[in-house]
């Protein structure tokens, strides 16, 4: 639960904007993304390895389409 303190002068479009900073730090909705379907954890730990062979790659300059 995301929990803003806002002073009663404070305006509602700065409280939002504060909000919003914290809802995306949280990482909420990519959350709630990652749990509307399940993937094998074989999946999950290939997705890694080809995220991880692709970033060495371009670190190195030897990416190939």
């Known amino acids: 639960m995301l929990i803003i303190d806002s002073k ?4 509602i ?10 809802f995306e730090k949280a ?3 990519l959350q709630l993304r990652s749990r509307q379907s399940f ?3 074989s999946v999950k730990r290939r997705t890694q390895v080809l ?3 692709y970033k060495q790659q371009l ?4 990416f190939e389409d």
Do not use: F, H
């Not at 009663?8 to 305006?11: A, G, P, R, V």
């Not at 670190?59 to 030897?62: D, E, I, L, N």
């Open 8 to 11: 009663d002068c404070e305006n």
């Open 13 to 22: 479009d700065k409280a939002l904007k504060k909000y919003k900073k914290k």
């Open 27 to 29: 990482r909420i909705l």
């Open 39 to 41: 993937t094998k954890p």
């Open 51 to 53: 995220k991880a062979v």
């Open 59 to 62: 670190a190195t300059g030897k």
